[in-house]
């Protein structure tokens, strides 16, 4: 049995997150792929922005960071730059990362700096009570969008992945041992790295559109995933309300902060300071 | 004779200088005009001198970086102008809320809106002071010449890393690119303040946001093991979120009274000729300058004329100026903005005599003819 | 006795009226050990458009960095010479372009016309030194700062390269007031 325990701050028990919420599920899987990379908790900064997954941070006995909606990622470029030694980790949400946050959340991609994205995608504003967000899909129905969502939803991965990321992954809070190992691969990736964990919200999601529990959600995530490697071989069509789980980018290429030291490097070597 | 510690150098280029002899190690801005060569400065000199230089994608993104790298112990600023300004305004609440020092440079154009990029302005005064949502401290300081924008510089870091509260230089344009000499002090003659740290407090003891006398806490920058919790929200000395009516209290008064307790230490103002002066002229930023020459012509004259000079715009010098609240027969405020100072200067002198405005808003400086005018329709 | 003395330059963006303005500043504050400033006021645009550099220099602490009654006003374009020329003092003077401005504005003041573009363009072969060749106008005018001083000023500030070229411009502009004198 995993020691969970050894992570928790205790006393900030409860958690806010409402039964059946799959927020839990990630958070689990994510300490484990901490634990199995053996970083101390001393080197670790978990930076959130605002929403229910963001609250995460403040349960888990690391250096946690509470930013503002949708600039923990801005807060974590600041940290990443002055320590890189420190593993720097964003928590954060669909709306939280993709709406309020989404240039920030480009330009990171962009400048590929070494952070790494857990984002909680649950297609809904949970915390303020379910209202449409950048994910919720075609025609579902939210707080906010009481007749059917008339936009269409972002794929964040693919966004991701066009923006520049050296790593993004998506995985579901149903296939918890596919998450823990794509969250543990995204933290060794030097580069900015992005999982999209696909988690269920029964309260505000799952209830307006009729899906069911908490329970009956992940089932749907299981019967709807789709591995990427099987996904290359669908077309579009039978692609349709799939979920395409698995790595779907992981490449080299040149990493803000390294490219940084090395100007740092250059001048310490040259002795030089002003000019 | 020219030595290599004097040159000619614009308020902009001063600010860049004064934010390394404070010790800068991190800048994270977004280009805008008339700001842009602080930034120009320290994007070529900061790697020299091992800190990090970053352009963001925008001016919130900038501020929320330079908060990230002073919660990992760098001093940390950044530059802007008015749209970049409003745009910043949320998360220097959230610097003020949790105390971290940042130092935030507004080189004032005209505005509103887009407004008036390379022309010069005061428009943003009480923006600096309550732009932000909620009660909050805030310190202000407005330098009136290219010398006192170094020193100024060195001085909000001071005070942001003294009293974990956001500082915010209020230049004007007209400030931030005249070019004139500047000799550099002696390293050591510059002082310097560091924050306290609480690097020996053992991790899980540390309380981050312990009551203390002086009303500010120590700070421990993230990765040395203090393992601590920062938020945005009303939290208690541990940190964390609290809901308790006490301790939210508490915590809203500790954040202000910080300002009360320090005050004197952080108001400055340069008194010019007040002792018998009849006419009170109080002014600011690069209005000071074409105040000032409007006593010296004035006293040449023979009219006891006298300006108050506040160099911290906030907290404001109410004190300093109420003590002449009943020796002056008027007061005159110069603003190039619509009065924002004015309304202090009237309750700082309790309404006592009348308070004289002289404003401009076209993009002009305030011709210190102007003022001289004013000043002897007044006597 | 104290003094302040105000200087304009005008003109269009492109004619490095900025840059003469700073070595005029810094001659005075660096190597005579005055107290200048130099300010201007620009659009938003990078080249072209209605350029203006000013310069205060005096002994003692400069309140009012732009300027008030001018003494002496440069201006290279006819637009500049008519927007400015009210701002000269009655005992100010009034140096213009000989080719550029065709019509000379009337007043107290003394007005000399020096052709310091075609100077620039023809006895040194770069129109771009006009602004040095100018200022070498300036310098026998104003008698604020010294020439030793503006020649060192000049060689701090122009690109590498290209010292003789402006110090040969500054002599050209020195010796066609001499002249006209």
Known sequence: MFDYEQYLRKSKMPLIWCAGCGDGIVMKAMLRAIHKLQIAKDDICMVSGIGCSSRLPGYLDFNTLHTTHGRAITFATGIKMVKPELHVIVITGDGDATAIGGNHFIHAARRNIDLTVILFNNHIYGMTGGQVSPTTPFTKHASTAPYGNIENPFDISGLAAAAGASFVARATAYNAIQLEKLIQKAIEKKGFSVVEAMTPCPTTYGRRNREGTGVDMLLYQKDNSVPVAKANKMDAEELQGKIVTGVLVDREKAECRQEYQNLLDHFSKEGEVDS | ?379 | MSFRYEIRLSGEGGQGLVLAGKILAEAAAIYDDLNATQSQSYGPEARGGASRSEVIISDEDIDYPKAVDIDLLLALTQESVDKYYQDVKEDGVIVVDEDNIKQLPTGPFKVHKVPVIRLARENLGRALVANIVALGVIARISKVVSEDALKKAIEARVPKGTEELNLKAFETGMKAYSEIE
């Open chain 2, 1 to 379: 004779m020219a030595t290599s510690r004097t040159r000619i150098l614009s308020g902009n280029e001063a600010c860049a200088e004064g934010a390394l002899a404070a010790g800068v190690r991190f800048f994270g801005g977004y280009p805008i005009t008339p700001s842009s060569e602080i930034a120009e400065e320290l994007s070529r000199k900061l790697p020299r001198h091992g800190g990090i230089f970053i352009q963001m994608e925008d001016e919130i993104a900038s501020i929320g970086s330079v908060i990230g790298a002073s919660i990992a112990g760098s001093k940390a600023m950044t530059a802007t102008s008015g749209p970049g300004f409003s745009l910043m305004q949320e998360n220097i609440g959230y610097a003020c809320m949790a105390e971290i020092p940042c130092v935030i440079v507004n080189v004032m154009r005209g505005g509103p809106s887009t407004g008036l990029p390379t022309m010069p302005s005061q428009g943003d005064v009480m923006q600096a002071r309550w732009g932000t949502h909620g009660d909050h401290p805030i310190i202000a300081l407005a330098p009136f010449s290219v010398r006192e924008t170094f020193d100024l510089t060195i001085r909000a870091f001071n005070l942001t890393e003294a009293f974990r509260i956001p500082v915010v230089l209020l230049l004007d344009e007209i400030i931030g690119h005249v070019n004139e000499k500047l000799t550099f002090p002696d390293p050591e003659e510059i002082r310097v303040v560091e924050r306290k740290s609480g690097r020996k407090i053992n991790g899980q003891d540390y309380l981050p946001y312990r009551v203390t006398e002086s009303g500010v806490p120590p700070m421990v920058s993230f990765g040395e093991g203090a393992r601590y919790h920062i938020t945005g929200l009303a939290h208690d000395e541990t940190g964390f979120p609290t809901n308790d009516p006490e301790k939210i209290d508490q915590l809203l008064r500790r954040l202000n009274s910080k300002l009360d307790a320090h005050r004197d230490e952080i108001v400055e103002v340069e008194y010019s000729n007040m002792d018998d002066a009849e006419i009170g002229l109080v002014a600011y930023g690069s209005t000071a300058r074409s105040a000032r020459y409007a006593v010296r012509s004035a006293r040449e004259k023979g009219i006891a004329a006298g300006l108050i000079r506040p160099r911290t715009l906030w907290p404001f010098a109410d004190r300093e100026i109420g003590a002449y609240a009943d020796q002056v027969k008027a007061w005159i405020v110069p603003e190039m903005n619509l009065g924002q100072i004015a309304t202090q200067v009237e309750c700082a002198s309790r309404f006592s005599r009348p308070v004289h405005r002289i404003n401009r808003v076209d993009g002009n400086p305030i011709n210190p003819v102007d003022i001289l005018k004013k000043i002897e329709d007044l006597v």
